[in-house]
T-cell receptor, first 113, second 113 residues
């Protein structure tokens, strides 16, 4: 039973355009959501997060949107750059304070020059 | 100076063997984790330790035993390795109630033949 799902395994966009990565979750108890970025042969690195009390969080070229009623979040990257090519993982945590994160299976983004 | 370091990076071993993966963090974090990335690319939590105390133990076979000699180290020992144990294992750490901002190691790719 996968509680966090990223239904698009891959996405290809042109440099300078917007990249939109999507994530759906099923557990309404999740209250914190994160995006991680992973390059080959490296561990995931934290990118941006959002609390369930917000619907948008922006950090430079990266914006995360949260739609709680739809149990959906998305990551927008604009403008996309070739260096953004990586695997992006969506993750969620609940209020148990154990620090446990539930991850999606990732979306591979390719930004073409 | 690597924040979360795992050794070895690659491990190829025969079925039935016993092996260990080591993890060390120099971030002063209280909480450490082991995650497994399976063939379907999902990152799934296995264990979590907070200040040397086990706080999360997901449904993992008894052949897997974590050990935390101090809060900077969390090792993973695997007995009687099976083909299905082949995966990438990631260690991570986070500050207390860090809202999931893990720092990951670069991963250990375990191949059981």
């Amino acid at each position: 039973d996968q509680q966090v799902k990223q239904n698009s395994p891959s996405l290809s966009v042109q440099e300078g355009r917007i990249s939109i990565l999507n994530c759906d979750y099923t557990n309404s108890m999740f209250d914190y959501f994160l995006w991680y970025k992973k390059y080959p042969a490296e561990g995931p690195t934290f990118l941006i997060s959002i609390s369930s009390i917000k619907d948008k969080n922006e950090d430079g070229r990266f914006t995360v949107f949260l739609n709680k009623s739809a149990k959906h979040l998305s990551l927008h990257i604009v403008p996309s750059q070739p260096g953004d090519s990586a695997v992006y993982f969506c993750a969620a945590s609940g209020s148990s304070n154990t620090g446990k994160l539930i991850f999606g299976q990732g979306t591979t983004l390719q930004v073409k020059p | 100076d690597t924040a979360v370091s795992q050794t070895p990076k690659y491990l190829v071993t025969q079925m039935g063997n016993d092996k260990s993966i080591k993890c060390e963090q120099n971030l002063g974090h209280d909480t450490m984790y082991w995650y497994k990335q399976d063939s379907k690319k999902f990152l799934k939590i296995m264990f979590s330790y907070n200040n040397k105390e086990l706080i999360i133990n997901e449904t993992v076979p008894n052949r897997f035993s974590p050990k935390s000699p101090d809060k900077a180290h969390l090792n993973l020992h695997i007995n009687s390795l099976e083909l299905g144990d082949s995966a990438v294992y990631f260690c991570a750490s986070s500050p207390p109630l860090g809202q999931g901002t893990y720092t990951f190691g670069s991963g250990t790719r375990l191949t059981v033949v």
